[in-house]
T-cell receptor, first 116, second 113 residues
């Protein structure tokens, strides 16, 4: 069964450093998402992406964040200058057309980001 | 922003017991979803509900979309050890798969063999 994959599984970085989290969505999906989950808290929406541009973003997704689909398979989340409070699990998700009621968002296993 | 209130926060039950958890919201959602998250994993979809009043089953799991569209419950019958994990409800405001999901805070289920 097709699945969303994410790398790395765990990333440790120093405060102020840039990190890039990578995702390979399900191959025929067209909508891509990033969510994050701070330890012990709920999953929160960051951004959705379609047709090479951002569809929607939350208040969390400030100027320090950017997303990119550099090729036909990868979808990346970049944090330009990490802060301690960026430490969280980051989940990538993808959905089919995004226009139908049954277009489920499928989640990857997550990248645990630790900012020291 | 929209918020979902999920309860209970945690449950400890004996193997074989039935489990019930629910989510409520002050605003209407057009889609309700229930996900399960195992440690170190991403959320996995269990059940999706698209219509007010809809009752849907997936094996031992049953979920309902409340008539008011402001609540949903998930029941697990005859729990087994592999049911352990965190269960999240999630809502979408529109009947479109690309709308961001709003998640509840989760119910942590522990099953005692």
């Amino acid at each position: 069964e097709p699945e969303v994959t994410q790398t790395p599984s765990h990333q440790v970085t120093q405060m102020g450093q840039e990190v890039i989290l990578r995702c390979v969505p399900i191959s025929n999906h067209l909508y891509f998402y990033w969510y994050r989950q701070i330890l012990g808290q709920k999953v929160e929406f960051l951004v959705s992406f379609y047709n090479n541009e951002i569809s929607e973003k939350s208040e969390i997704f400030d100027d320090q964040f950017s997303v990119e689909r550099p090729d036909g398979s990868n979808f990346t989340l970049k944090i330009r200058s990490t802060k301690l409070e960026d430490s969280a699990m980051y989940f990538c998700a993808s959905s089919d057309t995004g226009k139908g009621r049954t277009d489920t968002q499928y989640f990857g296993p997550g990248t645990r980001l630790t900012v020291l | 922003g929209q918020q979902l209130n999920q309860s209970p926060q945690s449950m400890f039950i004996q193997e074989g017991e039935d489990v019930s958890m629910n989510c409520t919201s002050s605003s209407i959602f057009n889609t309700w979803l229930w996900y399960k998250q195992d440690p170190g994993e991403g959320p996995v979809l269990l059940i999706a509900l698209y219509k007010a009043g809809e009752l849907t089953s997936n094996g031992r799991l049953t979920a309902q979309f409340g008539i008011t569209r402001k609540d949903s419950f998930l029941n697990i019958s005859a729990s087994i050890p592999s049911d352990v994990g965190i269960y999240f409800c999630a809502g979408q405001s529109w009947n479109s798969g690309n709308t961001p999901l709003v998640f509840g805070k989760g119910t942590r289920l522990s099953v005692i063999a």
